[in-house]
């Protein structure tokens, strides 16, 4: 595949090596040779086995746990590519980590969100592509192009096909304020109603639900977020929406599986009946459980590739 007379090549990260592949695969082009490894006092070596030199270059790397380690691994990746004259480096990112830390929560906070873009742009990226950001604003961190897609097309169409013609049995709800715009969204793409759950958060990773604004009795509800982190936001809406909103079934679409912390536990021991995740961060073997589905984002980002290097606009992806 060419655009502009350059190939264009895909190399992954340690973190994305599935999603990676699923890309070039899409693209029907080989996934690029490198090989990232460790000294033994943890410094990270990177090492690129094919000419880059005139290549349009793609980094598949999400900034998932270890968050340093990839970060780094991305950084140095960069300079590799740029020493060795690629003619541009992207770096795809469908989880864009320190994502939360996007202002000044109190007095003397940084804003790691910030840091983070600049240490990409200071390496030598040249465009980033990324998916589902925490904080839209994140896009205006960066001085370099940033094409942000969003994995709400890609839910929404699964939780279509479960509905059916049964529309008016669910309802979406959205877990806290924050999340309002998406979840409404969310609601007009598979054709249902929308309730909000306020909730208040008394301290970092610790949230209790106040109220529920909305009609959600004898409905199944379908909970809609950006990530799952430690699960309390999402588990403690469930048995909210169960045990004070008179729901029937609960269902949760998010599209970042941080799932940290006691995560997997309270999902298993909650209400919920399905948890429909992308592959944004990889979900490893020993936290697979029965009430995961996961949904592939490489033909999405794949095509938004294709677009940007054969000039076309990327806005159409984004209601996909």
Do not use: W
Request: aromatic share 6%; glycine share 6%.
């Amino acid at each position: 595949m060419n655009f502009h007379g350059k190939d264009i090549k895909i190399f992954a990260g340690n973190a994305s090596k599935d999603v990676a592949q699923a890309i070039a695969g899409c693209l029907n082009i080989p996934l690029g040779k490198s090989e990232t490894t460790t000294f033994s006092d943890g410094e990270i070596s990177v090492s690129l086995h094919e000419s880059v030199r005139g290549s349009d270059c793609f980094i598949v790397q999400s900034t998932c746990a270890p968050v340093n380690d990839n970060l780094m691994e991305i950084l140095i990746m960069i300079d590799a590519m740029k020493r060795a004259s690629a003619a541009s480096i992207t770096v795809v990112m469908p989880y864009f980590g320190y994502a939360r830390q996007d202002r000044k929560a109190k007095a003397r906070d940084p804003i790691s969100a910030k840091l983070c873009a600049d240490l990409l742009t200071c390496a030598g990226a040249d465009r980033v592509l990324t998916m589902d950001l925490h904080a839209n604003q994140i896009q205006g961190f960066f001085n370099i192009p940033v094409d942000h897609l969003y994995g709400a097309g890609l839910l929404a169409d699964y939780m279509k096909a479960k509905i059916g013609g049964n529309s008016e049995d669910f309802i979406v709800v959205s877990p806290d304020l924050g999340s309002v715009t998406r979840s409404r969204n969310f609601a007009s793409k598979i054709g249902t109603g929308l309730a909000i759950i306020d909730k208040r958060r008394p301290k970092a990773n610790v949230c209790e639900v106040m109220n529920i604004i909305g009609d959600a009795r004898g409905k199944k509800v379908v909970l809609v977020d950006d990530m799952i982190d430690t699960a309390g936001t999402l588990c403690n809406a469930a048995n909210a929406i169960v045990e004070k909103g008179g729901a029937t079934e609960v269902y949760a679409c998010a599209t970042h599986a941080v799932l940290s912390g006691p995560a997997i536990e309270r999902i298993q021991k909650s209400v919920i009946k399905e948890v429909v995740l992308l592959d944004t961060i990889p979900v490893p073997e020993d936290k697979m459980i029965d009430k995961f589905t996961i949904l592939p984002v490489a033909p999405l980002f794949a095509d938004a590739i294709e677009r940007i290097y054969a000039d076309k606009p990327v806005s159409p992806l984004y209601n996909k």
